[in-house]
């Protein structure tokens, strides 16, 4: 299987499977001297982790993370660093009924034809678990962007038909479903509470903003900014829409009303007085606020019967057990965090070299 390798220079490659021994990631191109530990890893995965609330999945993991190289005396040492998570609670028996049968909303299908051959407990490598090894990176690309003041910062926007309507960045680790509006958040449980009722589930939007981000990363062509946050997005399960600023809305705008006028700032630096464009023009960062939308559809694992089709070609009914979660939007936050940061580690890297000054800057005598 390719595939599983994502960046240029901060290499990501993910490993493992939902009922596997672990899951796990190793990150290559991380620059020496970057304070890292276990601990500082952990709270990234403690937000992705089962069984925050009654809207995640019951399955019982620490998701407890174990650095096993690439690190010295709490720094890292430039060399690769692999990172591994133990599978705990698997119960490949709450599967066992779907082995010959292709799920609705699910990969099943598609591994088959493409492989003739299919992991049927939890996913294998398409199951949501396989973002252990993402956040794990990202947590790495983050504390990188860190040093260098840049900070990238995801919630829930939607879920449902319920949008937050105000926004305050403290409340958004107050409350299970990660929104920065409490009476949204509170609608949206209660949302959330019908679905379950109807063994049903629901889809939703993250939202991301990177603050301090330089203006100049990203290339013209076709590795543009956008375009690899595009597909940092579109490489997470179950996202089927992506959108950078405006988005869709810049569709329906004049171009008077999309455009963002520049501005001298008070501290002789190029401002814009509007982020129509998400902080990104031409494939290029312009040094404003980056704003991406993710969109994810609802949790194909539901508890009412649907009709599929199994490998010997027959019309059946399916009811899925097991534990799943009702939405996948909350753990999907931090996920949509961790790959933002790897893309962005990875751009600032490999623009570097876009000027002779920063060779000369580094290597000159």
């Excluded at 991380?30 to 009654?54: H, M, N, T, V, Y």
């Excluded at 599967?95 to 799920?103: K, Q, T, V």
């Excluded at 591994?111 to 956040?135: A, L, M």
């Excluded at 399916?318 to 893309?343: F, K, N, Q, S, W």
Aim: glycine letters at 12%; hydrophobic letters at 40%; one cysteine or more.
């Amino acid at each position: 299987m390719a595939g599983s390798t994502y960046g240029t220079i901060f290499r990501v490659t993910t490993w493992g499977e939902s009922h596997g021994k672990g899951i796990g990631v190793v990150v290559d191109g991380c620059p020496a001297g970057l304070p890292l530990s276990e601990e500082l890893i952990q709270p990234f995965l403690d937000r992705r982790k089962p069984g925050q609330s009654r809207f995640t999945t019951k399955r019982a993991e620490s998701d407890s993370v174990a650095i096993l190289s690439g690190v010295f005396e709490g720094k890292t040492t430039g060399t690769p660093i692999s990172m591994v998570v133990f599978n705990q609670d698997q119960h490949s028996k709450d599967y066992s009924n779907i082995a010959e049968l292709y799920r609705p909303g699910h990969a099943d299908y598609g591994f088959d034809v493409k492989y003739g051959f299919r992991d049927y407990r939890g996913g294998g490598r398409s199951s949501g678990r396989e973002t252990i090894g993402r956040v794990a990176a990202g947590a790495i690309a983050a504390l990188l962007l860190e040093q260098l003041g840049v900070k990238v910062l995801a919630y829930s926007r939607s879920i449902g038909p319920v949008e937050m309507e105000t926004f305050d960045e403290q409340e958004i680790l107050n409350n299970k479903l990660y929104m920065p509006d409490a009476a949204a958040a509170e609608r949206a449980a209660a949302y959330l509470e019908e679905c379950m009722a109807h063994k049903d589930s629901s889809g939703g939007v993250v939202e991301c903003i990177v603050k301090g981000m330089p203006a100049g990363v990203g290339e013209p062509v076709f590795d543009k900014l956008d375009a690899r946050l595009g597909q940092a997005m579109f490489s997470i399960g179950a996202v089927k829409g992506v959108e950078i600023g405006d988005g869709f809305a810049a569709a329906r705008a004049k171009g008077s009303e999309n455009n963002d006028a520049f501005v001298m700032g008070e501290d002789g630096s190029i401002e814009k007085l509007t982020n129509h464009a998400g902080g990104i023009l031409g494939g290029i960062s312009d040094g404003s606020d980056i704003v991406i939308r993710a969109a994810f559809k609802p949790t194909p694992s539901i508890a009412s019967p649907q009709s599929t089709v199994n490998r010997s070609g027959e019309n059946v009914d399916l009811e899925i057990h097991g534990r799943h979660d009702p939405i996948i939007v909350p753990r999907a936050v931090v996920v949509v965090e961790a790959m933002t940061a790897i893309t962005l580690v990875d751009e600032l890297l490999m623009g570097m070299g876009s000027r002779l000054e920063n060779v000369k800057n580094v290597w000159g005598n």
